[in-house]
């Protein structure tokens, strides 16, 4: 089954600051890989999926995959306090999302 | 933002009551699948479906647990007998195929089981 860690698990940035996620994987033959957030008492919300080795943007988010190295990261570009939220990365397998615990990542002003 | 419908929001039980929750998928969306989040942030995957058929599940929790995604009615998922270590966030999410396509969530249901 697969694992999925990230690090670290909270994280304090000021209002502006690159924010900077990770997620290590057990499995390499994944083929998807999303990240999302949860504002507390609320859904997910899809951020960025990115499916080969290398980089996707979307707006202020950018993710970075190394199947190799089991790890894909997320980057936050200009973090307002509205992104401070639990920020989660999945990896798909066979349809099913396998989750991390979370970066819980506030944002100051 | 999605557009998954979760009712009820919150679902309080006592212990060896019914519990059950219902989601309607994003229009569109045949695939409907059910995770539970508990308060460590650990998600299981429960079961999925594609219009009325389950395509994967797990072993349902020694049968207590029961889902099903009729036609022209909400999918639904219900605990027959609950149990503590059942309370959590019940996450539903919907989408267009299986494989690469997204996964809409809705914003759960948050079961207590007193």
């Known amino acids: 089954q697969q694992k999925v860690q990230q690090s670290p698990e909270s994280l304090t940035v000021s209002e502006g600051a690159m924010a900077s996620l990770n997620c290590t994987f057990s499995?390499?033959?994944?083929?998807?890989f999303r990240w999302y957030r949860q504002h507390s008492a609320k859904g997910l919300e899809v951020l960025v999926s990115?499916?080969?080795?290398g980089e996707k943007e979307e707006g202020r988010f950018t993710a970075h995959l190394n199947r190799a190295n089991l790890h894909v990261s997320l980057h936050i570009r200009e973090p307002q306090p509205s992104d401070s939220a639990v920020y989660l990365c999945?990896?798909?397998?066979?349809?099913?999302?396998?989750f991390g615990s979370g970066t819980k990542l506030t944002v100051e002003p | 933002n999605s557009k998954v419908i979760q009712t009820p929001r919150y679902l309080v039980k006592g212990q060896g009551q019914k519990a059950k929750m219902r989601c309607i998928p994003e229009?569109?969306?045949?695939?409907v699948f059910w995770y539970q989040q508990n308060k460590n942030n650990e998600f299981k995957f429960l079961i999925n479906f594609q219009n009325q058929e389950v395509l994967q599940q797990i072993d349902m929790t020694e049968k207590r647990f029961s889902a099903e995604c009729p036609s022209n009615s909400p999918c639904s998922l219900e605990i027959q007998s609950s149990e503590a270590g059942d309370s959590a966030l019940y996450l539903c999410?919907?989408?267009?195929?299986?494989?690469?396509?997204?996964?809409?969530f809705g914003p759960g249901t948050r079961l207590t089981v007193l």
């Open positions: 999410a919907s989408s267009p195929g299986t494989g690469v396509y997204e996964q809409y």
């Open positions: 229009k569109g969306h045949p695939v």
């Open positions: 999945a990896v798909s397998t066979y349809n099913v999302l396998y």
């Open positions: 499995d390499g033959t994944s083929n998807n």
């Open positions: 990115i499916f080969s080795d």
